[in-house]
């Protein structure tokens, strides 16, 4: 079943620029994120009362979902979109990518988790394959008082996805499951980002035409509804160090549907990076000594 949800997880993070690309247009991004989100809490909100499954939280849970929401469905989505503003999207990807890290010392420091070197040192090659994927896209870019605002926005970006992962397994841990946080996290991550779309003065457009709407529904419905809980589910099930791995392998597979669907070219070095990536992910999930957390002993099944 873990196969399935990081499979699942990795081809559906790898499309969605796909819509986020057809996006593009007389809508603001900040307005379709709160689109994206706000209907994705609809939509979760209402199969799980149809279904009865639907968790009843205490006041403290709800506030772990309140900054939950804040973390991985408001500020986060804000740092990247700035953030490629100010740098190439390859560089965010690469900064995005840290995640893996991130989480294994955040583990470390928030749960008395001790970090497997398998982890630290797949996170690492996997981190130096994406940078081999995307060095001439780096390598064109010269450093700038913009580049240093781009790669800060970036990693507070990732911070605070690595933070929204720290708190889906705390309530995981509390009996709480994904897909009742997801659907109170996301609809307080679409209010508060709301509210700052009012404050910002961002317009709240529509574009009613096939591809706007068609692209909204792929990421409301496989992006998000599926995706974060496919993702979220697997922080729960095999740790937050090594679920983060999907932010290293869904560039792969973004880049293989560009070059069928843009014409991407392949180049020595972007093979050599492929390699190190995979190699990167056979650590990660090699099986390693024991450790505190038993969420983390969980292989890859």
Avoid: D
Wanted: proline content about 4%; overall charge positive.
């Amino acid at each position: 079943m873990n196969l399935v949800l990081y499979v699942l997880t990795v081809l559906i993070w790898g499309t969605t620029w796909i819509a986020l690309k057809l996006q593009l247009g007389n809508v603001a991004i900040e307005a379709s994120i709160v689109y994206r989100f706000g209907l994705a809490a609809l939509i979760l909100f209402a199969w799980l009362l149809i279904s009865r499954r639907l968790q009843p939280m205490n006041r403290r849970g709800h506030l772990i979902c309140l900054a939950q929401g804040l973390c991985l469905f408001c500020v986060n989505f804000i740092c990247f979109l700035n953030a490629s503003q100010w740098v190439p999207s390859g560089l965010v990807a690469v900064v995005f990518s840290t995640a893996t890290l991130w989480n294994a010392l955040n583990s470390r420091l928030f749960f008395g988790q001790k970090i497997a070197r398998n982890v630290l040192s797949g996170g690492a090659l996997g981190l130096l394959g994406l940078g081999l994927l995307f060095w001439p896209e780096l390598a064109a870019r010269k450093a700038s008082h913009q580049t240093l605002i781009g790669l800060s926005l970036a990693l507070l970006g990732t911070l605070c996805f690595s933070a929204g992962n720290m708190l889906s397994s705390l309530q995981q841990k509390n009996g709480l499951r994904p897909l009742t946080t997801n659907a109170w996290g996301m609809l307080y991550g679409a209010l508060m980002l709301g509210a700052w779309c009012l404050f910002k003065g961002v317009p709240f457009s529509i574009e009613w035409n096939q591809r706007y709407i068609g692209s909204l529904l792929y990421l409301v419905i496989p992006g998000s509804v599926v995706g974060f809980t496919a993702y979220l589910t697997l922080v729960g099930r095999m740790g937050p160090e090594r679920a983060a791995y999907c932010t290293v392998l869904f560039p792969l597979v973004a880049l293989n549907v560009s070059a069928v669907m843009e014409g991407y070219q392949w180049t020595a070095p972007a093979l050599v990076g492929l390699l190190a990536v995979m190699a990167g992910n056979v650590l990660v999930f090699r099986k390693g000594r024991p450790v505190a957390a038993p969420a983390s002993k969980v292989k890859l099944a």
